[in-house]
C-alpha cells in the first residue's frame, strides 16, 4: 500500500515544550498492573526486511487474564493532533498472564518472512521513516483525538508510544531510533515507566502471537452477524458496526490482486441504477490479498470479517478462508448515474458502488499523475480556482469558493497504490505518454466504463474495476489544450515576465568540485544525479551537472523563443555573485544560447547596475531585450529597500524603442516577492488563504509603489510596468495595495489564463500591472499556458524518473510558472508641426463669462503651457491647455463689445502665440 501522503510540519516553542511536559501522565501503570505495547515493527516488507508485514504485540505482565473485548490498537502520524485514523479492532480476545496478543498492520512491499499467524490482522500502514508516529492501546474503539495532553489525560487510554520525532509520546520524549528493516521498538522486561524514550530500545523482530487461547473472554464466542451491506454502511461517516465479526453476500464489480489494494469491492446484487433516494452505500470494499487473487469480477460471494474504518474507508477485512462462492445466481450490479459538484454525505451513500459520471469536466489536477497515476476533476467546464484569485480573503464569498471546490472535486485514480517513481518506477506509468498532453484546464469525458467510488489517501477517488496499465485503455477522454504560441497582442513592442525555475549554470558537480561545499541530490530511476537537493553554505539550486544544465537550458531558450516578446524579466535566474564570480555571468550563458538558437545576435543583456546591495538572494531578477527592437537608456537600478531583505530586491531599467525619442521611453520593474511557504509573528499564516509571510508581501508592495514613482520621475515618463512573481493571487492584499495606488493587472483585463498551480487549484502568482499611462497604450495581453497546467513529469528534474520517458526540448514544462506576455504602442505617432493657431470656439455673456479655444501646431495638439486672456493689456483670466483644448473663466468682462486677446505661452513643441478676438 503507497505511504500516506502529508505535508504536515512539526512546531513547537519553549513555552508548549514545557506545556506537554507537565501534562497528565497517561493510565499505563509503572507497577505493571495493566497491559502494555511491549513491541512494534514497523518497517515489514520493505527491502531486506526480516518479517513481511509490520505488527504490535500486546504485552501482558499481570498474574490474571485481561479482557480486550471492545478494545483497540489505535494510529497517528508523527504530527497529527486530530483523531487517530488508524482504528484495529481487538475483537473477542483477552491475553493470558505473561502472554501476547499479536496484532498485524499492512506491507510495504513484498520483502520477509511471514508472521505466525496473527491473533489480530488489519490493514493499517504504522509509518516506519524517520517522522515516526504514535501507536495507543485503547479501552474503546473510539479515536482517540486532540493534542498530547488530551490523549495522556483520556481515561480509556491504557498504554501510549510515540516514536520517531511525534509529538504525542510518554515522558520526556518519543522512542528516537531502534526500528529499522530488522529491528523492533521492544520493552525491557515489559518495563513501563511512562517514558518512551527510556522503556524502549532496538532489538531483533520476535513475534509472538497467543492463538486460540486467547480467543473470548471466559465466555462462548459469538457467531458472526448477519448484515446487508447497507448496514454495514450505515448512513453516517463511519461504519454503526466498526469492530463485529459480520457475514454478507454481494457481487464482484471489481478486483485488486496486484497494485497494493489487495480486496475487491462487492456490492449487494440487484442495487445500483437511480441514486435519488439513496441514504446508505449498497457496496463496501472487501480486505484479503488472497480473496482478490482467488475471484474474478462477477462472482456471488458470502463473506465474513471484520468491519473496519481503515483511512476513512469503510471495510472488511476477511481472513483466509472467510469467503465462498455462491452456486445461485446473482442479479446483475446496475452503475448508478451521478452528477457533480455532490456533498460529503451524498458521496458516503455511494461509497464502494458503481458509478457512471455524467456532465462536462475539466482538468484540474496532474500534480500526482506521474507518480501515484492520479487525476484531479472539476466538474464542469473550468478547473478549479485558487479562491484567493476569484474572491478577497477570509470573506463569505472566499469561504463559499473553498466550499465550492470541494463539491466540485472528484479524482479518478489507477486502481492501484504503486509510485511509478519509486517502487514501480519500471512500470511503465499510466496516462502519460510522450505524444499526449494531460493539461490542466483541458476538457473530459467519461468512456461509458463504470468506475467504484471510494476514499483513499484523504480523497474520494474513482477506481476503474482492475489496475489501470500504461496501453491507454483508461475511463477518461482528455483534450488537447497546447497553443504552438501566445495570442498576438499586438502594439510595437512586447514585454513578458517568465520565472524560469531556478536556472543556475553552476551545477551541483561544478559546486563540488570547486571546493565550495557539499551536496545531494535527486536522482533518476538508475540512480544518475539529476537535480540538487541541498548544497551545504550559500549552493546552487539546479541541475546537479552539465548533462541536466543543457536539457534545463533548451527548454527555457525554446519557451523565450517561442514567447515572441521584446523584453523579458527574469526571475529565479542564478546571481552568480553569490559564487564569486561576475554577477551577470549565468544572464550571459542564457543570452548566448538564446543567439546561438536565434543565429544572430538578436539579444542581450541588461547589464548589472554599478551600486549593488551588500547582501542578496542566491536567486535574482534580470532583464533580456532584442536589440533590434529596444535598447536600455542609462543603466539599471537596484531597490535596496528593507522591506525585501526576506526577498528578491526589485530592478528597475528605462528603455527606449530602437529609432525612438525620449517621449517614447518606458520603465520596467521586474520583482520576486516572498514566498508563502514560510513566515512567523506578523507573518504567520493567518488561515485567510493568503498563506504565510502575507504582512511582508504588502510591505513589498507599498515599498515597489514608491520605487516606481522614483524611478518614474527619474526617466520622465509616465509610461511604467511592474512585472514578475509577486508571490500573490489575484485579489489578495499586496495586489490591492499596487492597484490602490492606480496600476492595471494587465493579463487579468485580457484573459482568464492563470499562471501556476498548487493543490489541484489554478490562480496567478504571476503578473503585469501598468500604470494609467502604460494601460492606455496596452494593445492586447496573454498568458501562454506552457509549464503550470503540463505533467511535472515533462519537467527536465523528472527526467528518467519512470521507464516511460516523457521528456523534450519543447518548450512545454520549462518552468513551473507559466510566461505572461503584453503588447503596447510605445513609440508615439509622428504629427506634422505647424504654426500655433488659437481658435475661440465658445464663449458666454455676462454675469458668467467665460471663453472656449482650441490651440493646435498643423496636426498637433497643445499639451500645456497657458492660455492667457487679456481686456487690452489687462490679465482677466488663464487656463492651462490639455489636449488642445481651454476652457477660461473670465473677471471684471462687463456688457459691450471687448477686443480680448488671447496669448498662448507655448510647449515643448508649439511656439508661443497671440490673438485678437473681438467680442459681441
Known amino acids: 500500500m503507497r505511504a500516506r501522503r502529508s505535508t504536515a510540519a512539526l512546531a513547537a516553542g519553549a513555552a508548549l515544550v514545557a506545556g506537554l511536559l507537565a501534562a497528565a501522565p497517561s493510565q499505563a501503570a509503572p507497577d505493571g498492573d495493566d497491559l502494555v505495547i511491549g513491541e512494534a515493527y514497523l518497517n515489514g516488507g520493505s527491502s531486506g ?30 504530527s497529527s493532533t486530530a483523531a487517530f485514523t488508524g482504528v484495529v479492532p481487538l475483537g473477542d480476545h483477552h ?99 511512562d517514558d518512551n524514550a527510556a522503556d524502549l530500545r532496538g532489538g531483533t523482530p520476535t513475534p509472538q502471537a497467543c492463538g486460540t487461547a486467547c480467543d473470548g473472554a471466559g465466555t462462548p464466542v459469538e457467531p458472526p452477524a448477519a448484515a446487508t451491506i447497507a448496514e454495514i454502511q450505515g448512513t453516517g461517516t463511519a461504519s454503526p458496526l466498526v469492530g463485529r465479526s459480520v457475514t454478507t453476500t454481494g457481487v464482484v464489480t471489481a478486483a485488486s490482486p ?44 458470502k463473506v465474513t470479517g471484520t468491519v473496519e474504518e481503515s483511512f476513512g474507508l469503510t471495510q472488511l477485512d476477511v481472513a483466509a478462508g472467510g469467503w465462498t462462492r455462491l ?117 473530459v469525458t467519461f468512456d461509458g466504463d463504470p468506475l467504484v467510488l471510494d476514499y483513499r489517501f484523504s480523497k474520494w477517488r474513482l477506481q476503474p474495476t482492475q489496475q489501470l496499465t500504461a496501453d491507454g485503455d483508461e475511463p477518461i477522454t482528455i483534450g488537447s489544450t497546447r497553443q504552438a504560441a501566445p495570442k498576438d497582442v499586438g502594439g510595437d513592442v512586447k514585454i513578458a515576465s517568465f520565472n524560469v525555475l531556478n536556472y543556475f549554470t553552476l551545477t551541483g558537480e561544478a559546486y563540488e568540485r ?132 526576506n526577498a528578491r530586491d526589485p530592478l528597475a ?48 508592495a507599498q515599498a515597489l509603489v514608491t520605487f516606481a514613482d522614483e524611478q518614474k520621475q527619474a526617466a520622465g515618463t509616465d509610461t511604467v510596468f511592474l512585472t514578475g512573481d509577486f508571490n500573490s493571487y489575484s485579489k489578495e492584499d499586496p495586489v490591492t495595495v499596487l492597484e490602490d495606488a492606480g496600476y492595471v493587472n494587465v493579463p487579468a ?18 503578473h503585469v500591472f501598468a500604470s494609467p499611462a502604460a494601460a492606455a497604450k496596452v494593445t492586447g495581453a496573454d498568458v501562454w499556458d506552457i509549464n503550470a497546467d503540463e505533467s511535472l513529469a515533462r519537467e527536465y528534474s523528472r527526467y528518467d524518473n ?45 454675469p458668467r463669462v467665460t471663453l472656449t479655444a482650441t490651440v493646435t501646431g498643423g496636426d498637433v495638439k497643445a499639451d500645456g503651457g497657458l492660455l492667457v486672456v487679456l481686456d487690452g493689456w489687462r490679465p482677466v483670466g488663464a487656463a492651462t491647455v490639455r489636449d488642445g483644448q481651454a476652457t477660461v473663466r473670465l473677471a471684471g468682462v462687463g456688457k459691450g463689445r471687448r477686443v480680448l486677446t488671447l496669448a498662448y505661452t507655448g510647449d515643448r513643441r508649439l511656439r508661443p502665440a497671440v490673438t485678437l478676438y473681438r467680442t459681441r
Request: a negative charge; proline letters at 5%.
Open 49 to 78: 526486511a526480516t518479517y513481511l508485514n509490520k505488527f504490535v504485540e500486546i504485552q501482558n505482565p499481570t498474574d490474571r487474564p485481561i479482557d480486550v473485548s471492545g478494545w483497540s490498537v489505535q494510529y497517528r502520524s508523527y
Open 95 to 193: 491475553v493470558e498472564p505473561g502472554g501476547t496478543l499479536l496484532v498485524s498492520g499492512n506491507s510495504n512491499a513484498a520483502n520477509g518472512q511471514a508472521l505466525p499467524t496473527p491473533d489480530v490482522t488489519s490493514s493499517i500502514a504504522f509509518s516506519g521513516n524517520a517522522n515516526g508516529g504514535t501507536l495507543a492501546l485503547v479501552r474503546s474503539t473510539t479515536a482517540l483525538s486532540g493534542d498530547r495532553a488530551t490523549v495522556l489525560a483520556s481515561d480509556a487510554l491504557v498504554d501510549l508510544v510515540g516514536y520517531g520525532a511525534s509529538a504525542t509520546y510518554e515522558g520526556a520524549g518519543p522512542a528516537a531510533s531502534g526500528y529499522s528493516v530488522t529491528s523492533s521498538l521492544q520493552r525491557s522486561a515489559s518495563r513501563d515507566t
Open 258 to 301: 496486484t497494485g497494493g489494494f489487495d480486496g475487491v469491492s462487492l456490492p449487494t446484487e440487484g442495487t445500483g441504477g437511480d441514486a435519488a433516494a439513496r441514504t446508505a452505500s449498497d457496496g463496501v470494499f472487501v480486505h484479503s490479498a488472497a480473496l482478490a487473487g482467488d475471484v474474478r469480477v462477477g462472482d456471488h460471494l
Open 327 to 443: 452456486d445461485t445466481a446473482a442479479q446483475a450490479v446496475k452503475p448508478t448515474e451521478v452528477t457533480f459538484p455532490m456533498d460529503d454525505a451524498r458521496r458516503e451513500a455511494l461509497e464502494g458502488m458503481l458509478v457512471a459520471p455524467q456532465g462536462r469536466f475539466t482538468l484540474t489536477d496532474n500534480f500526482g499523475t506521474n507518480t501515484f497515476g492520479e487525476i484531479g476533476l472539476a466538474s464542469g467546464d473550468t478547473g478549479l480556482p485558487q479562491p484567493t484569485d476569484v474572491a478577497r480573503p477570509g470573506t463569505d464569498e472566499y469561504r463559499a469558493v473553498v466550499a465550492e471546490n470541494a463539491r466540485r472535486l472528484v479524482t479518478v485514480d489507477d486502481g492501484a497504490g504503486v509510485n511509478y517513481t519509486a517502487g514501480a518506477k519500471n512500470t511503465p506509468v499510466p496516462w502519460l505518454r510522450p505524444d499526449n498532453e494531460v493539461r490542466t484546464g483541458a476538457p
Open 514 to 645: 570547486s571546493g565550495l561545499g557539499t551536496c545531494t541530490y535527486y536522482t533518476d530511476r538508475n540512480g544518475n544525479r539529476v537535480t540538487v537537493n541541498r548544497c551545504s553554505g550559500t549552493g546552487p539550486r539546479g541541475a546537479a551537472d552539465d548533462a541536466n544544465l543543457q536539457r534545463q537550458q533548451a527548454k527555457i531558450v525554446n519557451a523565450i523563443d517561442g514567447l515572441g516578446a521584446d523584453v523579458v524579466s527574469l526571475e529565479e535566474i542564478e546571481n552568480s555573485a553569490a559564487f564569486g564570480m561576475d554577477r551577470d555571468t549565468a544572464l550571459r550563458t542564457l543570452v548566448a544560447a538564446l543567439n546561438e538558437k536565434a543565429g544572430r545576435e538578436e539579444w542581450a543583456a541588461v547589464a548589472s547596475p554599478s551600486r549593488v546591495p551588500a547582501q542578496e538572494d542566491v536567486i535574482r531578477t534580470a532583464f533580456i531585450h532584442k536589440v533590434g527592437v529596444v535598447e536600455p537608456v542609462g543603466e539599471s537600478v537596484i531597490d535596496d529597500d528593507p522591506a525585501f531583505d
Open 653 to 700: 531599467q528605462e528603455f527606449r524603442p530602437v529609432g525612438g525619442k525620449a517621449a517614447d521611453d518606458f520603465v520596467v520593474v521586474v520583482n520576486h516577492f516572498k514566498s508563502k511557504g514560510s513566515g512567523d509573528g506578523e507573518d504567520a499564516d493567518t488561515g485567510d488563504g493568503q498563506g504565510a509571510s502575507n504582512a511582508s508581501r504588502v510591505k513589498q
Open 749 to 766: 483585463r485580457y484573459t482568464d489564463k492563470t499562471t501556476y498551480q498548487f493543490g489541484g487549484l489554478l490562480g496567478s502568482l504571476d
Open 802 to 846: 519512470n521507464v516511460t520517458r516523457l521528456y523534450d526540448t519543447g518548450p512545454y514544462r520549462a518552468s513551473d510558472h507559466d510566461p505572461a506576455v503584453v503588447g503596447f504602442t510605445a513609440k508615439a505617432k509622428d504629427s506634422q508641426v505647424g504654426p500655433t493657431r488659437i481658435a475661440v470656439t465658445g464663449y458666454t455673456a455676462p
